[in-house]
């Protein structure tokens, strides 16, 4: 394709990846379902890796990461690309508590996106910030670590008393002028 197509179509590559990503997010990708919560985490954080150091599909990428530093358009795109992927994995949370892995969710549930990046996280860190390598044993580390954390009901919203009673101490730390930080 022709620089000045690019341009007359999307205005800039940002433009152009933003819109790559909106497509992409329009497939029909599911969640893996290997039989067991630490199993689809792993599966999930191995897609990462090799959707990021796979030389076919690693240079388009980082290049659409590297557009969401800068620009809001492309930002916007990839932030909404990932979260219909993170919503998408509610089901790898009803497996898992179905199957009993998880506690049954209260109320409000376990925040299956949240699970969800915290398989990926320490991926895309190494990857883009740390610049480290990546792989199968990298991400079934991290899947472990969300999965620790998932038993820890780190994922899970406080009870509503729970809830209203932090919420009423960072109201009062705010009005005071304190906080609980180190």
Aim: glycine fraction near 8%; include cysteine.
């Amino acid at each position: 394709m022709h620089k000045t197509t690019l341009y007359r179509r999307w205005g800039s590559l940002e433009g152009l990846l933003a819109d790559a990503l909106d497509l992409a997010g329009e497939d029909n990708w599911t969640p893996p379902d290997t039989g067991s919560l630490e199993g689809d985490l792993r599966a999930l954080a191995r897609e990462v890796v090799e959707s990021f150091t796979d030389p076919a599909t690693s240079v388009s990428g980082s290049a659409i990461i590297a557009a969401a530093f800068q620009s809001q358009r492309a930002a916007d795109a990839l932030s909404a690309y990932y979260g219909e992927r993170f919503k998408r994995c509610e089901p790898l949370v009803q497996r898992a508590v179905e199957r009993g892995e998880l506690p049954a969710a209260r109320e409000e549930g376990i925040d299956a996106g949240a699970l969800a990046r915290a398989a990926c996280a320490p991926l895309f860190f190494r990857l883009f910030i740390t610049r480290e390598p990546v792989d199968e044993r990298t991400a079934d580390q991290a899947a472990a670590a969300a999965v620790a954390a998932a038993h820890a009901g780190v994922f899970t919203p406080p009870s509503g008393a729970a809830r209203a009673a932090s919420d009423s101490g960072a109201s009062a730390a705010k009005e005071t002028g304190t906080t609980t930080e180190p």
